[in-house]
């Protein structure tokens, strides 16, 4: 009678152990999805960093317009001030 119990115990433990197991691949997988997370917010970042350098980029092209714009009116006002100097010098 003593036989057929410490086996039936026996089995017990192994289905213990299997449920160990399993937990142990369910906190791998956690992890793992932890890793792809943080993976996607590094691509993230990345992006962001993307994005700054073309604002800086547009930046830069509208300050460059205004120079451009800036000294065609200048250009202009000189031009102008010229003519008037001529036509004062005719008269």
């Known amino acids: 009678m003593l036989h057929p119990r ?3 115990h026996h ?7 299997h449920q160990q197991q399993q937990q142990q691949q369910e906190q791998q ?3 793992q999805q932890q890793e792809q997370q943080q993976q996607e917010q590094q691509q ?3 992006q962001q960093q993307q ?3 073309e604002q800086q980029q547009q930046q830069q092209q509208q ?3 205004q120079q ?6 200048q ?14 010098g005719f008269l």
């Open 44 to 46: 993230q970042q990345h």
């Open 75 to 88: 250009q202009q006002e000189q031009q102008e001030q010229e003519q008037q100097q001529e036509e004062e």
């Open 6 to 8: 410490t086996h039936h």
């Open 11 to 17: 089995q017990q433990q192994q289905q213990q152990q």
């Open 29 to 31: 997988q956690q992890q």
């Open 63 to 65: 300050q460059e317009q």
């Open 51 to 53: 994005q700054q350098q």
């Open 68 to 73: 451009q714009e800036q000294q065609q009116e």
